[in-house]
């Protein structure tokens, strides 16, 4: 037998030596991963989901606070508008009330005065309604079973006007006042008489209108309403309608003069 | 052509092993886990710490995995981090260290001739014999075939301690062996 290298007997059985690992090493080993490396892959893709998810928490948060950044700033606007509103109308509240007052005569509504001073002595209810809502046919739904609430609350719905409308509804009872004062003082009044008062009331109307939201900027296009001078038809229409039959023959003739 | 598709089957049980495949993994670890414990076993001094250090060898083969270039030899790569992993582990236990001894170039060409075969476990308790520096650079030369060169870049020795403690360990395990078997000196 020829003598064996030793140095390649030892490689040749220690390369083909093979040791079977215990039974629990896939076990321990994958109780090594999961405590650091193995699913590492996963790991990484849950990091990085995770990481997007937050990204995107993030940025959607951010969005969120800037659309109620914006909306906080229009509610703001919008409130300004409402404190404004009210300062525009310089609440004539005194001449409001005459106003709903003669309005109520002129169109001869069924509604007494004892009916008015109800609704001034149930403040509350009045107002409680008209913040609930608008809506008449809701509002005599509402409060079907109590007549005197419901005229209240029609006479408060009908003062609910536009700060303009106000104003013209005013100066419509100031200038059929003054005529008929001069009717009662000169038992006539003149077409030059009433197309000036037409035409004062008229430029009051249009100079309290030049002011936009009590923001003491001037409007341009009420501006030149006011230099053309022009009285609306409407507004005289109303005047006229107020006067009622007996300046029939004037109105026509102030018409006329227009056309 | 059994070694093409063998080759082809490490490609799809890598990719499958990369992309965090159980099965794969588990196929992977059964078809290696064997050759890389003995590995493990010729640096550690008991089969327990030898599989400690395999699992955490395994750890990196995993982890490592895409970073494989399907050049070279896929079991020569394993085999690579098992043994660096031994080393890791010897140098952890401060179990490596290398004395600076001058030997003459002759003595390097000594070879050793045995009569009979020797069994790999009586072999095992031989190595186990030897000093942990004589052991790693025994192994690394002549069972793993690195060069002292490479050994030295390995373990931060210089090539002359690589030299030297190989001249050790051939010495050592002669006069070991010659204890039990009959033993005849030559030269290269």
Known sequence: MEPIKFEDHIREQLQEREIQPSKDAWKKLNLQSNKSVLPLKRKYGYAIAASIVGLLIVSSLLFVNQDFDQDKTTIVNENKTQIKEPKEEIIPVSKIEKVVVAEEKETKTKISENQIKDKTTKPKIVKNTIIATTDNKIIASENSQEPSIIASVETTNKTIKSPEELLIDLKINEVVAEINLLQKENNSVTVDEIEELLIKAQSEIHSKNLFVNNSKKVDATALLETVETELETSFREKVFDALGERFKKVRTAVLERDQ | ?188
């Open chain 2, 1 to 188: 052509m059994k070694v093409v598709s063998l080759h082809k089957n490490y490609k799809s049980l890598i990719s499958k092993a990369i992309k965090g495949d159980d099965k794969a993994q588990h196929q992977m670890f059964e078809l290696f886990a064997p050759k890389m414990l003995s590995i493990c076993r010729q640096y550690v001094k008991n089969n327990v710490l030898a599989e400690e250090v395999m699992l955490s060898g395994f750890l990196k083969v995993f982890t490592h995995l895409d970073s494989f270039k399907s050049e070279g030899s896929f079991e020569g790569w394993i085999r690579r981090i098992m043994v660096n992993e031994s080393i890791s582990q010897l140098r952890k236990e401060k179990k490596l260290q290398f004395k600076e001894e001058e030997i003459s170039e002759n003595s390097l060409n000594l070879v050793a001739y045995i009569e009979t075969e020797i069994e790999v476990n009586e072999i095992q308790k031989m190595i186990d014999q030897l000093p942990e520096g004589y052991k790693t650079v025994f192994v690394l030369y002549v069972v793993e075939g690195y060069k002292h060169s490479e050994i030295s870049e390995m373990l931060g020795i210089s090539e002359g301690t690589s030299k030297s403690q190989l001249f050790k360990a051939r010495k050592m395990l002669q006069k070991s062996i010659n204890k039990e078997n009959g033993i005849s000196y030559g030269t290269h």
